[in-house]
C-alpha cells in the first residue's frame, strides 16, 4: 500500500508563491495529481502529471500559475504555486489519478491572505 505525506503548506500573502512536496513510499503510480478541498466545499482536482512527467494536466483555475512536477528518483511530487489568491486556501492532497479512497493522506493546509 502507497503512504503519502504532504508537506510544505503555511500561511502566504495574496500574490505569493509555495512550494508543495509529496513523498511517497511503496509502490508508485503511473499518474499522480494534486487536490484540495476548501471549508464547506467538496475536494477538487487540481493538477496532475504522468510517471515520465510528459503530460501534465490542470484545473482551469490554476492553469498559468501552478505548476506540477516530479522527481522519481526521490519517490516525490511537487505543486508550485505561484501568484496565490484567497480562493486558492485549503488543504492540499496527493493522490494517484483516479484518486484512491485507501491513499488519502494528511494533506498540507495552504491559508492566503493578508
Known amino acids: 500500500q502507497v503512504q503519502l505525506v504532504e508537506s510544505g503548506g503555511g500561511l502566504v500573502q495574496p500574490g505569493g508563491s509555495r512550494r508543495l512536496s509529496c513523498a511517497a513510499s511503496g509502490r508508485t503510480f503511473s499518474t499522480d495529481a494534486w487536490f484540495r478541498q476548501a471549508p464547506g466545499k467538496e475536494r477538487e482536482f487540481v493538477a496532475a502529471i504522468s510517471w515520465s512527467g510528459g503530460n501534465t494536466y490542470y484545473a482551469d483555475s490554476v492553469k498559468g500559475r501552478f505548476t506540477i512536477s516530479r522527481d522519481n528518483a526521490k519517490n516525490t511530487v511537487y505543486l508550485q504555486m505561484n501568484s496565490l489568491k484567497p480562493e486558492d486556501t485549503a488543504v492540499y492532497y496527493c493522490?494517484?489519478?483516479?484518486?484512491?479512497?485507501?491513499?488519502w493522506g494528511q494533506g498540507t493546509q495552504v491559508t492566503v491572505s493578508s
Open positions: 493522490n494517484a489519478y483516479p484518486p484512491r479512497d485507501s491513499s
